[in-house]
T-cell receptor, first 112, second 115 residues
Framework: KQEVTQIPAALSVPEGENLVLNCSFTDSAIYNLQWFRQDPGKGLTSLLL?????REQTSGRLNASLDKSSGRSTLYIAASQPGDSATYLC???????????FGQGTTLQVKP | GAVVSQHPSWVICKSGTSVKIECRSL??????MFWYRQFPKQSLMLMATSNEGSKATYEQGVEKDKFLINHASLTLSTLTVTSAHPEDSSFYIC???????????FGDGTRLSIL
């Protein structure tokens, strides 16, 4: 059974700092991995999608990497801003079920 | 980009009533729609998957007679919480996906509070 774990559960940093969020998954048989952002009381916004054949994706100040063999992904946020404060969710689509399986999320607070 | 509209965003009702939540894909045909439930400070838990014109497939532990799902068209799915009770209070989020390995797009969620 695929399990997705995110570390840390919460993170607080001063504005301007570069930071890394970690995600690990137990079964490397995945179609792709996605990083989402969720603001309080809101739905999910897709940030980056990495296909299983890819190693990284970049969008603006965000860079996500995927190491399928070790079951790990990282989300790198450069020059963090208070507007980046949110919960970041990692999710994989398992090959055997086709379902999106989520981690517990990392709640980020960027202080001005 | 792809947009999924979920309505209502917030509903408060008395115990015993039924509540219907709508999920629409606005600019693409959603061959598959998903319904998730999220408790405070927890991640999303998949409740059921529905394909247009077919019966929904429910995850283990989810009562299909309690949570009725209809996916009658390629742009609309509904979740009806029947005879809702306080323990059904939660944040419900729908998601839609087109064919051909397209990513899932999420609605803004519905906050359901049962008094």
């Amino acid at each position: 059974k695929q399990e997705v774990t995110q570390i840390p559960a919460a993170l607080s940093v001063p504005e301007g700092e570069n930071l890394v969020l970690n995600c690990s998954f137990t079964d490397s048989a995945i179609y792709n991995l996605q990083w989402f952002r969720q603001d309080p009381g809101k739905g999910l916004t897709s940030l980056l999608l990495i296909q299983s054949s890819q190693r990284e994706q970049t969008s603006g100040r965000l860079n996500a990497s995927l190491d399928k063999s070790s079951g790990r992904s990282t989300l790198y946020i450069a020059a963090s801003q208070p507007g980046d404060s949110a919960t970041y969710l990692c999710a994989v689509i398992a090959r055997n079920t086709g379902k999106l399986i989520f981690g517990q999320g990392t709640t980020l607070q960027v202080k001005p | 980009g792809a947009v999924v509209s979920q309505h209502p965003s917030w509903v408060i009702c008395k115990s015993g009533t039924s509540v219907k939540i709508e999920c629409r894909s606005l600019d693409f045909q959603a061959t598959t729609m998903f319904w998730y439930r999220q408790f405070p400070k927890q991640s999303l838990m998949l409740m059921a998957t529905s394909n247009e014109g077919s019966k929904a497939t429910y995850e283990q532990g989810v009562e299909k007679d309690k949570f009725l799902i209809n996916h009658a068209s390629l742009t609309l799915s509904t979740l009806t919480v029947t005879s809702a009770h306080p323990e059904d209070s939660s944040f419900y989020i729908c998601s839609a996906r087109g064919g051909g390995g397209q990513p899932q797009h999420f609605g803004d969620g519905t906050r359901l509070s049962i008094l």
